[in-house]
Nanobody
Framework: DVQLVESGGASVQPGGSLRLSCAASGYTKNHYCMAWFRQVAGKEREEVAAYSSDGTTEYSDSVKGRFTSSKDISQNIWYLEMNNLKPEDTAMYYC?????????????????????????WGQGTQVTVS
């Protein structure tokens, strides 16, 4: 079974930084999309970054220039580095992965998949900026 486990959420002051981790087990796709979403209670789940297995990433306008997505290939862990955090970044953050494809799709394509394009989800990690 595929499992995604997020960690790294915390409470920080505005302007601070955090690094979220998403550890994948049982996920052995060579060509895939992976994404970070966030959700505030009562609101739609918002996509903030999508990462392609070719290393390219697309970001939402709200986080572009502040957030960076990457992967530790040896550990099968994805990261979301978040800098210059703002109160509006407060949310539960989720990582998600798709079921894979026969070739790399690229970050832009992965971003356009949206929430329905992902099959596997983590349980979330809370980020609070205040």
């Amino acid at each position: 079974d595929v499992q995604l486990v997020e960690s790294g959420g915390a409470s920080v002051q505005p302007g601070g930084s955090l690094r979220l981790s998403c550890a994948a087990s049982g996920y052995t796709k060579n060509h895939y999309c992976m994404a970070w979403f966030r959700q505030v209670a009562g609101k739609e789940r918002e996509e903030v970054a999508a990462y392609s297995s070719d290393g390219t990433t697309e970001y939402s306008d709200s986080v572009k220039g502040r957030f960076t997505s990457s992967k530790d290939i040896s550990q099968n862990i994805w990261y979301l580095e978040m800098n210059n955090l703002k109160p509006e970044d407060t949310a539960m953050y989720y990582c998600a992965a798709d079921s894979g494809f026969i070739f790399d799709l690229g970050g832009s394509y992965c971003y356009r998949k949206g929430r329905d394009g992902y099959n596997y989800w983590g349980q979330g990690t809370q980020v609070t900026v205040s």
